[in-house]
């Protein structure tokens, strides 16, 4: 088997306090191919890449590069060794410029003098082979999270790898980007690079890669070529039980209008409008889903109605109470809740355990005669947790030691338990296997069979189609079209998502 592998995880196991994230694993990549890394949110799978990445270190087990034995202790070895990384959440310094991140910690210089001119040059040109020409000089913090994604793929690209990890590297990326992407992600194997492409888009990962495994509770269960699987085959190893068909959308019957906005405008700080005279209306119990491309408003719009963009312009009314001169708390206090595209930034706090991040935004109800009630507390998270099957060794553990998926079902929890009227939902699904995207599904079902309103931004068609009741469809910040989504079609959606603006 020497020199058939470039890299080799060899029975790795990886123990933290109170769980055993991997056991006994075996992982093996071949040069110029695409090993597709699979799992249910918790499985293992990013323990796995960082192990790999030289992030973490395993318990036991070894690690083999090019057929001998070494010892990775740090992302620097790994990097010397061209191994990269393309992380699940963003890695990105949001102070630096976009080609200060993509050149940290290997500046370009000149007789001594950091060479920024030349920085921006390789850049511009890596970028311009992403087809995104993002200014290299611009705060990665002040970029859309789509835009961040790219530049985090283009740091990758920069440092001339030979092994490339990539964990949900589409997951902030529209459709029409993700053909770029594979495009990219092709010369890298004719180049023979090796790469692990986690994704919980099946159909996007069986397109992509040459080989699968298959991880389930910290264990590899399956590996096989990707040209003899089926999503089937995938999902029955993933859960141990065979794919259900995805349940039959009931049909919604809205109460009266809940949420009504009227010409939302807001501009970006140069001027260049993001929202452009936005209305719309929602009723108890149904879901609007809003779909668009990057950059078409779906974040920002969200945002506003939450009053996260005080300069934003235009009227909010939740039944007949406006809101657009309140601030975020009276929102929620009123009745609105929001899951945020970006969990890491807005939606958890990395210092806190499980429970505090679900009951953080309603902390008041657990309080009798001004002190809080621990009892009551931890009873409302639990049972939320239960509710939401949400995986955690325990509410009292910090939560960043929870999968991304589950990490985002707390977010979920924390917003349901303020009991709101309309929830506002950005990505939802981002970065969740498909067992959990299921339940999170059937989760907004059930909300708006309860009367509650709910708003859907998302990209992905297929969870469009899976929980809205009516579609809106955006495009540079406009309303480009609206139709039941028993009428939406992919080729109506694409089209309008991608055209002018509706007059």
């Known amino acids: 088997m020497r020199g058939e592998f470039v890299l080799e995880a060899r029975n790795v196991s990886k123990q933290y306090p109170g769980t055993l994230a991997l056991d006994g694993v075996t992982f093996r990549l071949r040069p110029g191919t695409v090993t597709g890394l699979i799992g249910e949110n918790g499985a293992g799978k990013s323990t796995l890449v960082k192990i790999l990445a030289g992030i973490e ?70 970028l311009a082979r992403l087809e995104h020409p993002i200014d290299p000089r611009a705060r990665a913090g002040d970029l859309p999270l789509g835009q961040q994604q790219i530049v985090e793929i283009a740091k990758a690209l920069a440092r001339n790898v030979r092994i490339l990890m990539m964990d949900e590297p589409t997951s902030a990326l529209s459709a029409t980007e993700i053909p770029i992407l594979f495009r990219i992600i092709g010369d890298l194997r004719a180049r023979g690079v090796a790469i692990v492409y986690i994704s919980h888009r099946l159909d996007e990962l069986l397109a992509v890669a040459d080989y699968v495994s298959v991880l389930r509770d910290g264990r590899m269960v399956a590996e096989a070529a990707a040209s003899h699987v089926d999503t089937g085959w995938i999902v029955e190893r993933m859960t141990g039980r065979a794919a259900e068909p995805a349940a039959a959308l009931e049909a919604c019957d809205p109460g009266p209008p809940l949420l009504r906005l009227e010409r939302l405008w807001l501009n970006a700080p140069g001027g260049r409008p993001l929202l452009g005279g936005v209305s719309l209306d929602l009723r108890g119990g149904e879901v609007l889903g809003i779909y668009g491309l990057m950059g078409a408003g779906r974040t920002e719009l969200l945002e506003c109605i939450m009053g996260l963009h005080r300069e934003a312009a235009g009227s909010v009314y939740l039944d007949s109470k406006r809101l657009d001169r309140m601030d975020t708390a009276g929102r929620i206090a009123s009745g609105l809740a929001m899951v945020p595209e970006d969990r890491q930034a807005s939606g958890i706090v990395q210092s806190l355990p499980v429970l505090a991040n679900m009951t953080l935004s309603s ?115 406009k309303v480009t079209a609206e139709m039941p989504a028993a009428q939406a079609r992919d080729e109506a959606l694409v089209s309008a998502a991608s055209a002018g603006v509706r007059q």
Request: hydrophobic share 40%; aromatic share 2%.
């Open 363 to 477: 902390l008041g109800r657990y309080a009798r005669a001004a002190w809080l009630s621990p009892t009551l507390e931890a009873a409302a998270a639990s049972g939320m947790a239960a509710n939401l099957r949400i995986k955690s060794p325990g509410l009292r553990h910090s939560i960043s030691a929870l999968s991304g998926g589950n990490q985002q079902k707390v977010v979920m929890a924390k917003c349901l338990l303020t009991n709101p009227r309309v929830l506002l939902l950005d990505e939802p699904t981002r970065g969740v296997d498909v067992g959990a995207k299921q339940e999170i599904h059937a989760v907004v079902r059930r909300l708006a069979a309860s009367g509650m309103g709910v708003i859907l931004a998302s990209s992905e068609l297929e969870e469009i189609r899976a929980t809205a009741d009516r579609v809106l469809v955006m495009s540079r910040g």
């Open 57 to 126: 270190r395993p318990t036991s087990g070894t690690l083999n590069l090019d057929g001998k034995e070494f010892a990775m202790d740090s992302v620097r070895d790994a990097d010397a060794h061209g191994i990269g990384i393309i992380h699940q959440e963003l890695n990105l310094c949001p102070n630096l410029s976009v080609a200060e991140n993509i050149f940290l910690g290997r500046e370009l210089t000149a007789k001594g003098v950091l060479n920024k001119r030349r920085q921006e040059t390789e850049v511009r040109e890596l």
